[in-house]
């Protein structure tokens, strides 16, 4: 956690007093009790990464945990799943079952075009055919309620941006998605998982609130970043991925680059690509 000036990071501690805590109603309708949790990673993708019936799942502190078979992943039993109850059943299944089916097709896609990384972007087209707009928007959509609950569980008061856009709206002018890749990520095991960055909370350069926060998420080493910023996001800086047909995979060293914004060039491949399917005059 950091200021919009000071690039240091502070402990959760240092701003418990400025987190708030989960009042145990749906963050999405605000009508229903939380009765469920949302999963960090899908069912379906842990199914697929099982070897021999069993799953290991780790943190940054070293923790290590073992999941074994479907039975597992369905009783959660370390809680390493699924975020803590935030959602209503309904919330967290019929009404968002579309962005669900369009995450699935995305992530079989990665799964299936291990080299996407090297490219300068993601043609939607080839993920979802011609008629692939409305699809990527439940995409987007499935990232911003994982993101939802993400803020929850951080102790963040969800906006009503990311309510307006699972309920419809095309945009949100106060956050910005974009594909990612990461280099620290792919060098590592993680590559052929799933991963879920730790995040950051930016506060106001006087400490008095939160202002801002970024998190993001991957299917090996390509995955979707959001910022969310109390003030807004000016258009020139909230180049959405999902309203473009190929977006631009954003590549990052690490992920404190990540937090802070700060990509670095393409590779030469990625630029050899970007050469190769230059329009011609």
Not at 14 to 22: E, G, M, T, Y
Not at 35 to 44: D, F, I, L, N, P
Not at 96 to 108: E, G, I, N, V
Not at 191 to 204: E, N, Q, W, Y
């Amino acid at each position: 956690m950091s200021t919009a000036e000071d690039r240091s990071f502070l402990s959760r501690d240092d701003v418990a007093h400025l987190l708030v805590d989960f009042d145990g109603v749906c963050w999405w309708c605000r009508s229903r009790p939380a009765t469920t949790g949302e999963h960090k990673y899908k069912a379906s993708d842990l199914v697929r990464l099982m070897s021999g019936d069993t799953l290991l799942w780790g943190d940054d502190t070293g923790q290590r945990r073992e999941i074994r078979g479907k039975s597992g992943v369905k009783r959660d039993r370390y809680g390493v799943v699924k975020f803590p109850k935030s959602m209503c059943d309904r919330c967290n299944n019929a009404r968002s079952q579309p962005f669900d089916l369009a995450y699935d097709t995305f992530s079989d896609y990665l799964v299936t075009h291990p080299y996407a990384r090297h490219l300068p972007g993601i043609g939607f087209a080839d993920v979802y055919g011609m008629g692939w707009q409305p699809t990527v928007l439940n995409l987007a959509r499935y990232y911003a309620k994982h993101f939802g609950c993400q803020m929850v569980r951080t102790g963040i008061e969800v906006p009503q941006s990311v309510r307006d856009f699972l309920n419809g709206a095309d945009d949100m002018i106060d956050a910005h998605m974009a594909l990612v890749t990461t280099d620290s990520i792919h060098d590592s095991p993680a590559r052929k998982g799933l991963t879920i960055s730790p995040g950051a909370v930016f506060l106001k350069p006087d400490y008095s609130r939160v202002d801002g926060c970024v998190f993001a998420c991957y299917v090996g080493s390509i995955g979707v970043r959001y910022e969310w910023r109390r003030t807004g996001i000016p258009d020139n800086n909230r180049s959405q991925f999902f309203h473009h047909p190929n977006p631009l995979i954003n590549c990052f060293a690490n992920e404190t680059q990540v937090v802070h914004g700060e990509p670095r060039p393409q590779g030469k491949i990625a630029r050899l690509f970007q050469w190769l399917n230059k329009p011609s005059n």
